[in-house]
Structure formats: structure tokens, C-alpha cells
Nanobody
């Protein structure tokens, strides 16, 4: 089991930027064996896919709504994954979750471990 802890959320004005981090840990962690994803959930809405990166970083996927504004990256030496969010919009407001899984997918069911989430609020 992988333990994930997100950080970096906060309140930002529309057009601003935030960088989210997710740190992975575990007694027998092989971080580089996991695909990593970011998802978000706004109040009253279902959890939705934001971005994903394969174990080696060779495959990256984005939701259409964030393409060109968000960038996912990972550092296997530090067991971390980041989400750089630029040109933020009020509709980006949500709790953002980091997830780890055995395959790179846009579907939440494909991920086995989840963080507790970090709140991102974008004011207009």
C-alpha cells in the first residue's frame, strides 16, 4: 500500500498559478512502478480526471479542460509528483486528489491508493 500526501493548495485569483505536490511513502515502496494521477472533485459533482503520468514519465494525459494550462511531472528519486496549474479559472475550484495505480488511466477505478486531498479555490 502506498501512502500519499498532497500539499500546495490554497486560494488564488483567477489567472493565477498554484503548484500542487504529492509525496509518496510506504515500507516497501517502489514509486517508479506506479502510474500517478491527479483528480478533482467539486461540491456536488463527481470526482473527475485531471492528469496522469506513467511510471517512467513517458506517457502523459490531460483532461481537455486543463490541457495547455496544467502540467504534471514526477521525480522518482524523490517519490513525488507535481501538478503545475497556470491560468486558473473559478471552475478549477475543487479538492484535488493524488492517486497511485498499476496502470496509467483516466479512470478513478484504476488507482489503488489515494491521498486525503488538498483544497484549491479560485476567486473571480
Amino acid at each position: 500500500q502506498v501512502q500519499l500526501v498532497e500539499s500546495g493548495g490554497g486560494l488564488v485569483q483567477a489567472g493565477g498559478s498554484l503548484r500542487l505536490f504529492c509525496a509518496a511513502s510506504g515500507r516497501t515502496l517502489s514509486f517508479s512502478a506506479y502510474a500517478m494521477g491527479w483528480f478533482r472533485q467539486a461540491p456536488g459533482k463527481e470526482r473527475e480526471f485531471v492528469a496522469a503520468v506513467s511510471w517512467g514519465g513517458g506517457s502523459i494525459y490531460y483532461a481537455d479542460s486543463v490541457k495547455g494550462r496544467f502540467t504534471i511531472s514526477r521525480d522518482n528519486a524523490k517519490n513525488t509528483v507535481a501538478l503545475q496549474m497556470n491560468s486558473l479559472k473559478p471552475e478549477d475550484t475543487a479538492v484535488y486528489y493524488c492517486a497511485a495505480g498499476r496502470r496509467t488511466t483516466t479512470q478513478p477505478v484504476g488507482y489503488d491508493s489515494w491521498g486525503q486531498g488538498t483544497q484549491v479555490t479560485v476567486s473571480s
